[in-house]
Each structure stands twice: as C-alpha cells, then as structure tokens.
C-alpha cells in the first residue's frame, strides 16, 4: 500500500476520534509547510469531516510566505498558549516530534506526522509518513489529494504547486520522475495568475540588504559555499540566500 493510501485510511479509520485536529508546522513556516498543512485541512474536512486548526509558533518572516497566506487564504494562526490543551490529537507538518524547529510538546504523541526530512529515530507518533525521497512535504500532501478527489481547490492546488517549486529550487533538486508527475498533475487545478504573484513578489530593502551581504562574505571550500549573514531579520533569510547562493554552477552544497 503506498504512503498516500495508507494516510487516506488513517484519517478514515480515525476521523471522528482525532477530530478537532490542530495542525502544527514548524515555528517559522515555509511555503512547503504552509501549503503541507493547507492541503491536509482540505483534505481532511472536505473528505473525511475532520475539524481542524493551522497553527506556528514564531512567524511567517519572508515576504512570499505572507504573500502566499494572504492571496490563497490560508487560514494559518499564531500558536496560542492553550491550543494543546483545547486540541488532544495533533498533526506535525514538515517537522516532526524532537526536532529542534517547532512547539511541539517534547513528552506529547502527535497523532499524525507528514514530512520529508529523514531522522534517525521513529518519530513519536500514532501514524507517520516520512519520504526522504519525495523532495517536498507538499508533494505527500499532493498525492493524497490526487488520490482521493478528481477536483481541488484551486487555492490549495496553488499552494501544493509553489510549495514543491519552493523546496526544491524550481524542480532544479528533483531526481525522482514521479515528483515531477505530481506537480503536473497538481498544476492543472493551480490559478496560475496567483502563482505567478507569489512567485514575483515586490520585496523590502532588508532583503536585498542581507543578499548583499551574503554574495560578499560568501567563500568556497571544494563545492562547498560558505557565507556569514551576521544578525537578520527572520531565520527564513538564511535559507533565501542559501537558495539563491546554490545556484552559483561551481557549488554543490550551501
């Protein structure tokens, strides 16, 4: 049974018992967390009448991240100091139980895990999907969706589809053909004006303040590229300049 199937029974078996689900991403989410935990609310109040709550514990920093939330709606909140005692049953997306990155109670089972990175320990949790391969949370999101509906919402699609773009540098990182097969597939429900929007955003002089900063103090070792950013605004910066960093035809590795 794929990963995608078996995330379908899971919410089927256990819907009326997880439900009200919060939703948690790590504390500073990311386009692929954002559209991860967008495409599991759908998912699950759509089709198996799950109600659930998208919540972070620091802030949504870069400028396409807000942008996304903004154009597509996504109804994502502020973790609030009593959200893990209002909702028993929590799903971590694009993070998982122990890592270092959100506001998961360290001694808490979740209920559901979704996410991409791979870890050296089973995570701590009723059911979990972890595909180190897939090249974006996003895309195991995707392939449920797909699976269970002929249609998507349009917001969510375009959410899905930029979260893939985002994670894996324009599919420039993607080797595995069914991950492109995935964002096709989700690219025909996409509002394509949106994307485009989000993927063009008008961005604020810190930015290019920090880009500079990091082309100035990068340093190569081997194909490794190296750069100091010295304090910055949001940890989302880090991963922008690392992103446009690694485009450099020399570097493997940022």
Not at 30 to 43: C, E, I, K, N, V
Request: charged share 20%.
């Amino acid at each position: 049974m794929s990963d995608a199937r078996k995330l379908l029974h899971f919410l089927s078996k256990n819907r009326a018992r997880i439900s009200p689900l919060l939703i948690l991403t790590h504390d500073y989410p990311d386009p692929d967390a954002l559209a991860g935990a967008f495409g599991l609310q759908y998912l699950a109040e759509k089709h198996f009448s799950i109600q659930s709550r998208i919540a972070y514990g620091g802030v949504i920093g870069r400028v396409e991240n807000r942008e996304t939330v903004r154009i597509l709606k996504i109804p994502a909140f502020k973790l609030r100091p009593g959200d893990f005692k209002r909702y028993s049953h929590v799903a971590l997306i694009d993070t998982q139980p122990g890592f270092g990155n959100n506001s998961f109670p360290k001694q808490k089972k979740a209920a559901l895990v979704i996410d991409q990175h791979r870890s050296d320990i089973r995570p701590n949790a009723e059911f979990a999907v972890i595909d180190p391969d897939c090249g974006a949370t996003s895309v195991i999101v995707a392939r449920a969706l797909l699976l269970q509906s002929k249609t998507i919402s349009k917001d969510v699609a375009t959410a899905l589809a930029y979260g893939i773009l985002s994670d894996t540098l324009n599919l420039y990182r993607v080797s595995n053909p069914e991950v492109i097969s995935t964002y096709s597939k989700i690219l025909a429900f996409c509002g394509m004006k949106d994307l485009s929007r989000i993927l063009n955003p008008a961005r604020e002089k810190r930015f290019f303040i920090t880009l500079v900063r990091g082309i100035q103090n990068a340093v190569m070792a081997s194909h490794l590229l190296v750069t100091h950013l010295g304090d910055v605004d949001h940890p989302d910066l880090v991963s922008q300049v690392a992103d446009f960093l690694l485009t450099y035809r020399l570097a493997n590795w940022t």
